[in-house]
């Protein structure tokens, strides 16, 4: 089973950057995306920045230029690095990741447990 670890999280005031990393761990066949989600008080889940297999990235219309997606293959390590951050960006961010066990199996999706972001105005 994957596991998840998210670090990085932290206080930081607005217009400062932050990089939040995503570990993980654990055996499986092929991974079809990861992605980056948050959630603030009282507030639904939202994507905030996906990477598929190939790269390619989406990016939720509020972060558009201010955060970058990435990923290290060789350290199974995923990275958010979040500028000019604004107190709307206060939330917990999780790392996702759809994925398949072996090659006949179906995706299926993990989540971290969440690290704390807090942009103090």
């Known amino acids: 089973q994957v596991q998840l670890v998210e670090s990085g999280g932290g206080l930081v005031q607005a217009g400062g950057s932050l990089r939040v990393s995503c570990i993980y761990t654990?055996?499986?066949?092929?991974?079809?995306?990861m992605a980056w989600y948050r959630q603030a008080p009282g507030k639904r889940r939202e994507l905030v920045a996906r990477?598929?297999?190939?790269?390619?990235?989406y990016y939720q219309d509020s972060v558009k230029g201010r955060f970058t997606i990435s990923r290290d293959n060789a350290k199974h390590t995923m990275y958010l690095e979040m500028n000019k951050l604004k107190p709307e960006d206060t939330a917990v961010y999780l790392c996702?990741?759809?994925?398949?066990?072996?090659?006949?199996?179906?995706?299926?999706?993990?989540w971290g447990q969440g690290t704390q972001v807090t942009v103090s105005s």
């Open positions: 654990g055996g499986f066949h092929s991974i079809d995306h």
């Open positions: 996702y990741t759809y994925l398949k066990y072996s090659a006949w199996g179906q995706p299926r999706d993990t």
């Open positions: 990477i598929d297999g190939d790269g390619i990235t």
